[in-house]
């Protein structure tokens, strides 16, 4: 896999957003680089979805510019957006799969609409997502009303993985999950970064899931980017919002090791 | 990029060789396919099959599971199969695609032809029980809670009814001005118009009087509230039972029927006599405009001989209908409601079941009426 560390997938400059004359974001400045797992985290309300969404082109922004896979947002024509819709995958929050279509045709839905494969192989890729994030085949027939919280994510993530694409958008996947469904959970992303080189941009609030699968680690606050890093760099940080974060009561120190991926991923990439 | 570069095959001593190259991706995966199906369906006889990848440039899970797929059909035929020239950055995927059955097992439930059609017949029949029996089932738990409201007045949501009293009876008040007027207006118009010809325009009065009064305002108004306000009682009741927000108000110890269900059906009941009264009223100017200006009957005329073709017994018969039908309608509306399950679909079948059903039923209750009134001789 072509993996130059150098080269960023998104760069977002100077962004402002605002909401009813308050302004959420002010000066967001950040690259995802191609190949990392960027995680996300900050205060709630902080503006982590509002930034998720302004870059997925859900909102619209004040100020700056979001460039994605080469392709500068705000300037594009309707094909050239389009072609980088494709090639992005967004995970949402509650999973938003398409409550009257089965998990199987939800995840065949952007299959069908993009690339018009015969339906045989259609199907049989929409199967092959869903074993590739852990589900059993037989959950193809199943409609989103019947599966667990767990299974729903896992059904969403199969779908915003149907193109196979080059940035992969996570808020807040591990929420609401089982800590053996998110360890699972970060175990599935990490195999998809090594098998895929995917780059991921995860908001997450799950301290086990940042130390596990995170490159770099970006904290939002007060509408900018406080800090980012290797988890090494938050944990060295004076920022008073990180440090209770990440040496406060919930962020267990020496009860659980945890490996710090930051450390063993560098080793095996020089 | 020609489809022929992606894949190319020779026969070698020991078996069949293919050679893939470019790129076996999403984009390219359309013109593969065949490609590599030709290959599966030619080469029938071959024993060994090697497929070189070197010269792949890129591979994504598209290009893979065909690759996959591929070995797994000469594989089943009883061929040995060997992919060559994998590189290590590639293996991973290889692996994790492999893993996959990529199969569904056989639907056991699926049935065709004349059983099929013989089970959607059954289904609807059980169908048609159980909404007779849900009804019932709506209509006691209404009681109950209805009676112990009388019991304990204070539990009683007045806030919530005249919110939705305001939604159903005020708001609605414009629409259902405009519809019945003209609805009086075009009987008029339609009766002057026939009445003239044996020069009986005068009994247009009479026509417009009983038929408004008597069956159609009541009957239009029904309508109307069955498909503007049934409709919308189904769709918040629907979207909370999606939501779990009927289940969250059962943990809490509250009777979902007595906190959502009774102040709807109530401000139906109030509701629907007042607008029906309305609308009468309205419709019957329609008709008194149109006999003016069309007919040249004179208001003056027209209220004389309203008031000798029809009394109050006429007006009472009409209004006392208005209150079950809106019984029904909110029976209906909720039933449907509370039956919606998780997915939107759901939502937007039982919505529409609501509103024709409620109409249906509503234009039922009006012939038992016609029924009881004929027998007792109103
Ligand atoms: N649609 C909206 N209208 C008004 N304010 C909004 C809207 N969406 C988000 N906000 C505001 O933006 C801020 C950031 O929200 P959000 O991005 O959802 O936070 P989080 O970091 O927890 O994901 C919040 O203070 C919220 O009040
Ligand atoms: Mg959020």
């Not at chain 1, 072509?2 to 997938?9: L, Q, T, Y």
């Not at chain 1, 690259?31 to 990392?36: H, M, N, P, Q, V």
């Not at chain 1, 020496?254 to 560098?266: A, D, F, H, L, S």
Request: proline content about 3%.
């Amino acid at each position: 896999m072509p993996f130059r560390s150098d080269d960023s997938v998104i760069k977002v400059r100077d962004l402002a957003v605002d909401f009813a004359n308050r302004r959420v974001l002010n000066g967001v400045n950040l690259d995802l680089k191609r190949g990392e797992i960027l995680g996300f985290v900050g205060a709630s309300g902080a503006g982590k979805s509002v930034l998720t969404r302004t870059i997925i082109g859900l909102l619209p922004m004040q100020a700056g510019s979001i460039e994605v896979l080469g392709v500068e947002l705000s300037k594009a024509s309707q094909a050239e957006r389009q072609s980088v819709d494709r090639r992005w995958g967004v995970l949402f929050q509650q999973g938003a799969l398409f409550s009257s279509l089965t998990s199987g045709k939800n995840v065949e839905f952007p299959i069908r609409e993009y690339l018009r494969l015969s339906p045989k192989l259609t199907t049989e890729i929409a199967i092959s997502k869903l074993e590739m994030v852990g589900l059993k085949p037989d959950v193809y027939r199943n409609f989103p009303s019947e599966l667990s919280g767990g299974m729903i994510k896992r059904v969403a993530l199969a779908r915003a993985l149907a193109l196979d694409p080059e940035i992969l958008f996570l808020d807040e996947p591990t929420s609401g999950l089982d800590p053996i469904s998110a360890a699972e959970f970060d175990h599935l992303l990490l195999t998809l970064q090594e098998t895929l080189g995917i780059s991921v941009f995860m908001v997450t609030h799950d301290l086990d899931s940042l130390h596990r699968t995170c490159d770099r680690i970006a904290v939002l606050s007060e509408g900018k980017i406080a800090e980012i890093g290797n988890m090494d760099v938050m944990l060295a940080s004076k920022h008073p919002w990180l440090k209770e974060y990440f040496h406060g009561e919930r962020a267990h120190n020496n009860e659980i090791q945890v490996p710090v991926k930051g450390r063993r991923v560098t080793e095996k990439r020089v | 990029m020609t489809a022929g570069t992606l894949l190319s095959g020779q026969v070698t001593a020991g078996g069949l060789g293919l050679a893939a190259s470019g790129s076996w991706t999403a984009e390219h995966a359309r013109t593969l396919e065949p490609l590599i199906d030709h290959a599966t369906r030619t080469d029938t006889t071959v024993q060994r099959i090697i497929i070189d990848v070197t010269r792949i440039e890129r591979l994504d899970t598209y290009g893979a599971w065909l690759i996959e797929r591929t070995l797994r059909v000469w594989t089943e035929r009883g061929c040995d199969t060997r992919i060559v020239g994998l590189p290590d950055s590639y293996g991973n995927l290889f692996k994790k695609v492999r893993a996959g059955v990529g199969k569904l097992t056989p639907d056991k439930h699926k049935r065709t032809g004349i059983v099929a059609t013989l089970e959607s017949v059954g289904r609807t029949m059980t169908a048609v029980g159980n909404d007779l029996f849900t009804i019932f089932q709506i209509a006691g738990a209404l009681l109950v809670a209805f009676l112990s409201v009388v019991a304990h007045p204070r539990r009683f949501r007045f806030t919530s009814l005249i919110n939705h009293l305001e939604r159903v009876c005020w708001n609605a008040v414009p629409i259902i001005i405009l519809i019945t007027f003209l609805i009086g207006a075009i009987i008029a118009q339609q009766g002057i118009f026939h009445f003239r010809t044996f020069g009986a325009d005068i009994y247009v009065v009479d026509m417009v009087g009983v038929l408004v009064l008597r069956e159609l305002g009541v009957l239009i108004v029904c309508i109307m509230i069955a498909g503007r306000s049934g409709s919308a009682y189904t769709a918040e009741l629907g979207s909370m039972k999606m939501r779990e927000e009927i289940d969250a108000l059962r943990t809490m110890g509250f009777d979902p029927i007595e906190v959502l269900v009774l102040p709807r059906i109530l401000a139906l009941i109030i509701a629907v006599p007042i607008l029906a009264f309305i609308g009468a009223i309205a419709a019957l100017y329609g008709g008194g405009i149109v006999s003016w200006l069309y007919g040249g009957i004179d208001p003056k005329i027209f209220l004389s001989r309203l008031h000798e073709s029809i009394s109050i017994k006429t007006f009472a018969v009409g209004m006392i209908k208005a209150p079950f039908m809106a019984l029904i309608i909110g029976l209906v509306a909720c039933m449907e409601g509370l039956q919606v399950k998780g997915s939107a679909e759901s939502l937007g079948a039982k919505t529409t079941d609501s509103v024709v059903k409620s109409i249906f039923l509503v234009i039922v209750i009006d012939g038992l009426f016609a029924v009881f009134f004929a027998s007792i001789g109103v």
